[in-house]
């Protein structure tokens, strides 16, 4: 068919229709019981409306969509801290969750430059010879400033990294751990757990560390405590150097604030002392002490006389105590044995939140740890998982934070990929000096992620968008 008559048809069909609707009746025609309807010419005609749009497309100002922006980098930041607060290995269990538990310490650390601030390391032997401390110490004061090693005993029965020592006479040194027979006849060890009483000696310190402590090389305030008044002498750099002393309680302290830094010092006791610790520490920044005793489990702590710490504690600036105790304990405890100890943790932890309320307390749980039988086979301590859930729970319930160091190393068989790699000895419980760094280290980088997130959550480090980001939006 010829494309004219196609238009033809459909105009004459077009037409039809329209006649039928203009005609047919508006009520419709009914055959039977049907009613046959058809549209009105004005209903097949009409152009359907839009609906009306309700909703006016608000148009953002670069300052809006900037702000909405920063809000979004904002909570996702905020994500990123709660996962690693929630998942990371490395994390710290805060009691009750509460993320500002370790604010106080925060804000006594960033005003150390106004009034020093201490940190103590109680721990076992794995913290011997300042290797885990001292880490900590150089960390903290070349971040927010202080010098010196921090206390030190008046007689060193095992050297460190950070202070050379000696001693003339024959002093005698009693502890609240260790042998029996290092027992006092009363309980007055001080803040050290150990005492040292001296005849007419001489003792000199010189702090030392090279690259890796550097900041504790020198000291500009020297501290000797006596459990009763004494004769002393300090002499650094050749200059007799006056002494100010003070009586808290039961304890003395001797103190001489130096106008220049130092890097050695000679006391001389003239008569009889009973030296409960020495302190080569800045006048101002982070003081790190460094309070390793061999053999101890935590409980020992118990025996100390309160008066022989609270007077050196009340004086103290004192933000943070660590505790580092539980693998003594591993070889001797099974299940059975885990509620008692549990009881007498609790009980240690409770005593230092008794004497120094304002600082805060993270408990560090021992390392993996291993086992060698007689056929050679190396396996992690079966009881030591359950042991480490004990002292998180232990140090939680007392109201301190928990860092689980066997889970950081790697849980389970841990212990033996460190030995192979150099970072444990052979004896599969103690770090080398590279795995006490390592350690250190990531001890620390836990403690500077938590004080990240306080300087986010007080407003102090506020998120910024990308330099290409904002470049866009103040183009719009």
Known sequence: MKPRYIVLFIICVLAGLSLLCLF????????????LRFPALTEALAVPEEPADTDTVA????????????????????????????????????????????????????NAGNRHMRIMHYGDSQIECDR???ILRQEFQEEFGGCGVGLVPALQTVPTYTTGQTISGEPEQFMAFGPADLRGSDNFYGPMAKRTEVWGSTITLSARGGKDYSHSCSFN?????????????LTVKGDTIELDTANVDE???????LERGASSATIKVNG??????????????????????????GPELLNISRASMSPFFAREN?????????GNSVPYLSKAKLPAHKDRMK?????????????????????DMANVDSTGTITTYSVLPEVVKTLREAANESGAAFWNMYDVMGGKGSMTKWVNSGLAGSDYVHFTPAGAKKMAHMLYETLQFYYKFYRFRSGQDKVELPEEDSLKVDSI
Do not use: W
């Open 318 to 326: 004192v933000g943070l105590i660590l505790l580092q105790y539980g």
């Open 132 to 134: 885990i401390s001292g």
């Open 251 to 257: 304890m003395y302290f001797y103190t001489a604030n």
């Open 272 to 297: 009889h002392a009973s030296i409960l610790g020495i302190q080569l520490d800045g006048s101002r920044g982070v003081n790190v002490d460094n309070l390793p005793m061999r053999g101890c489990s």
């Open 347 to 367: 009980n240690m932890i409770s005593m230092f939140r008794r004497m120094v309320p304002d600082a805060k307390i993270v408990f560090i749980g021992p390392s």
């Open 59 to 110: 148009v953002l100002s670069p300052e809006e969509i900037m702000e909405q922006r920063l809000a979004a980098l904002k909570t996702e930041k905020m994500e990123e801290f709660n996962v690693y607060c929630q998942k990371d290995p490395a994390r710290l269990y805060l009691p009750d969750d509460d993320e500002t538990y370790l604010d106080a310490f925060f804000e006594k650390m960033q």
């Open 221 to 233: 305030k020297v501290t000797i405590l006596t459990k009763d008044a004494a004769d002393l002498n």
């Open 24 to 35: 047919f009746p508006q009520g419709g025609i009914r055959v039977g019981n049907t009613t």
